[in-house]
């Protein structure tokens, strides 16, 4: 909006037209105002009993410590994601528009689960197969949206490799260069996939948003290169046009997410809450999607991965062999139970979530 606003008046003004100037303001702007606004708003929800439930099946360590923190934390930092989004992107791209409404729907899910929680003063929530119904129908709605308006194409992309389009029509004579409608399909489970994951990593004291935080700069990287025509036909990605300014979203949750670290950091003094994490897994699976790095995805997010891989094989042993391969799932709990302390856990999967980072971006210069 300030784009808009203040660029036309041109001289000083004219720095408004980088959108690396742009995005480290929305950084500041998402930082201050989550910071400034969490020590209210903790006060809020603990006179009000918005508290979270802990299972009692779960490390005897949380019902005993994180009892009586306030929850919902994420419907603070994703109005500020949005605001600062708003603020300082050019609101006359669509693409802004569509992370906004899919991170900010997948959050409303999260914020019924969550309400039905407290209300209910039960672990159960919202039933799973709905939050899997209404995560599906926005992500559809929104990519169909998207690829019906030639916003997206159905082109599959591989990363790695220096021809990374794939071509189905060479591979399988008769059938379409593209994916079509498939393609949205694809989508949809990438954003359902991600969202799902980061509420599996949400389950110690700044885990899921330290990782997430690794996971949005190097989407905000990403997007500024893809955007770019001269970066991005030298390094060999798809070029989108107006995905750079999706790097000023991904910044905003960058900072955001600093914000509220601040507070989530062991021990917790709120969390995050399904509103955060459904949310926050909805918001880099599209700036995944739209910046054509899907499948880079599940490297940037390997912590997400592991811990939703830890929970499939998990299932899957005790219902096959009647035994447990981890102490407990996700995976964070299976190193609590082996006597890691919390905070151990936490920086070392950071750690990991950095490191996976950095081998995405060079992932960059093997094309």
Not at 30 to 51: D, G, H, N, T, W
Not at 124 to 135: C, N, S
Not at 242 to 265: D, P, S
Not at 317 to 341: C, D, N, T
């Amino acid at each position: 909006m300030i784009y808009h606003l203040l660029l036309p008046l041109g001289g000083v003004f004219n720095v408004f037209r980088y959108i690396t100037f742009r995005g480290a303001c929305a950084m500041v702007t998402a930082l201050s105002l989550c910071y400034l606004v969490y020590p209210r708003f903790i006060l809020y929800l603990r006179q009000k009993k918005m508290e979270q439930i802990i299972r009692s099946d779960g490390p005897q360590e949380h019902v005993e410590n994180k009892v009586g923190t306030p929850t919902m934390g994420g419907a603070v930092f994703h109005l500020g994601i949005a605001l600062t989004t708003l603020l300082w992107a050019r609101v006359d791209e669509p693409r802004v528009w569509m992370v906004l409404i899919v991170t900010l729907g997948y959050a409303t899910i999260g914020f019924v689960d969550d309400w039905k929680k407290v209300m209910e003063r039960s672990a159960d929530g919202l039933a799973g197969r709905w939050k899997l119904v209404w995560q599906s129908l926005i992500g559809a709605g929104v990519l169909g949206y998207a690829y019906q308006t030639g916003l997206m194409d159905a082109q599959f992309h591989i990363p790695f490799l220096k021809h990374a389009m794939v071509d189905f029509a060479a591979l399988y004579p008769g059938a379409p260069p593209q994916l079509g409608w498939l393609y949205v399909a694809f989508g949809v489970f990438v954003l359902v996939g991600c969202s799902n994951a980061v509420n599996l990593t949400d389950g110690l004291d700044g885990l899921a948003i330290g990782s997430t935080i690794t996971s949005a700069a190097t989407f905000a990287v990403l997007a500024y290169v893809a955007g770019h025509t001269e970066f991005s036909a030298y390094l060999n990605i798809p070029h989108v046009e107006g995905a750079g300014e999706l790097t000023i979203f991904a910044l905003a949750i960058v900072g955001a997410g600093l914000g509220f670290l601040w507070y989530n950091c062991y021990p917790a003094q709120i969390f995050m809450g399904d509103v955060g994490s459904l949310g926050l897994g909805g918001a880099l699976g599209m700036l995944a999607v739209l910046t054509k790095h899907e499948l880079l995805l599940a490297l940037v997010g390997g912590i997400f991965v592991l811990e939703t891989v830890s929970v499939m094989i998990q299932v899957f042993a005790f219902k096959r062999f009647k035994r447990r391969v981890f102490l407990m799932a996700p995976i964070h709990h299976h190193y609590e139970k082996q006597g890691w302390s919390e905070p151990k856990i936490i920086v070392r999967f950071w750690i990991i979530s950095a490191l996976l980072a950095l081998v995405a971006l060079s992932t960059l210069k093997l094309r």
